[in-house]
């Protein structure tokens, strides 16, 4: 029902900047919750940001002062500003949104995921 487009992975020198954009499609709940996770390799999958459809803002305190999360409600697109990047964010990233049908039941739909290598 909803699909997730991600890009704007590539790699990044520490200090360095990079802007993710998740573009989703087909039909959605009005009501529903967009976010960045990320995945090292061996390491569990944690949650970086999310964003309500309202603005309101939830982000990770490793990304907090550097990662910025937005979005665009009219192009139900999602974007997070990564700044001041560290090799510890190297990760494959992807893009959730969390739909609740009803405004209640909810439900979880991934990107494919894109790879962010911060290195010098």
């Known amino acids: 029902q909803v699909q997730l487009v991600e890009s704007g992975g590539g790699l990044v020198q520490p200090g360095g900047s990079l802007r993710l954009s998740c573009a989703a499609s087909?039909?959605?709940?009005?009501?529903?919750?967009m976010g960045w996770y990320r995945q090292a390799p061996g390491k569990q999958r944690e949650v970086v940001a999310t964003?309500?459809?309202?603005?309101?803002?939830n982000t990770a305190d490793s990304a907090k002062g550097r990662f910025t999360i937005s979005r665009d409600n009219a192009k139900n697109t999602v974007y997070l500003q990564m700044n001041s990047l560290k090799p510890e964010d190297t990760a494959v990233y992807y893009c959730?949104?969390?739909?609740?049908?009803?405004?209640?039941?909810?439900?979880?739909?991934w990107g494919q995921g894109t790879q962010v290598t911060v290195s010098s």
């Open positions: 959730n949104v969390r739909t609740f049908r009803g405004g209640y039941i909810p439900r979880d739909y």
């Open positions: 087909g039909s959605m709940s009005s009501t529903n919750v």
């Open positions: 964003i309500t459809g309202g603005g309101n803002t």
